[in-house]
Nanobody, 126 residues
Framework: QVQLVESGGGLVQAGGSLRLSCAAS????????VGWFRQAPGREREFVVA????????TYADSVKGRFTISRDNAKNTVYLQMNSLKPEDTGVYYC???????????????????WGQGTQVTVSS
């Protein structure tokens, strides 16, 4: 089992920045790839970005490329999502999820993930 807890969400103006954290406990964190997803009201949960077990490989949704950066610190059992140049359309609940098979081609698909956090709200005002 892996327990995931997101933090760092909040209210920010368009153009601003936030850094989200996903802290893990339980099984060895470095054995999981980790993804971030977001869900806006009335919409499907969508893929944002994922990172491999070692941090050497990442995949970004086109909508966040160049603005968001994912990183991880396995010694601290934490994955970070640095979000810059935020837009109102980035608003939503952000979830991190752990993938024990770590098959990169499947990272954009929420069904691929084994464990989920409870989410943290990000609101970007215009």
């Amino acid at each position: 089992q892996v327990q995931l807890v997101e933090s760092g969400g909040g209210l920010v103006q368009a153009g601003g920045s936030l850094r989200l954290s996903c802290a893990a406990s339980g099984r060895t964190f470095s054995s999981f790839a980790v993804g971030w997803f977001r869900q806006a009201p009335g919409r499907e949960r969508e893929f944002v970005v994922a990172i491999s077990r070692s941090g050497g490989a990442t995949t970004y949704a086109d909508s966040v490329k160049g603005r968001f950066t994912i990183s991880r610190d396995n010694a601290k059992n934490t994955v970070y999502l640095q979000m810059n140049s935020l837009k109102p359309e980035d608003t939503g609940v952000y979830y991190c999820a752990a993938d024990q098979r770590s098959r990169g081609i499947l990272w954009p698909y929420k069904e691929n993930y084994d464990y989920w956090g409870q989410g943290t709200q990000v609101t970007v005002s215009s």
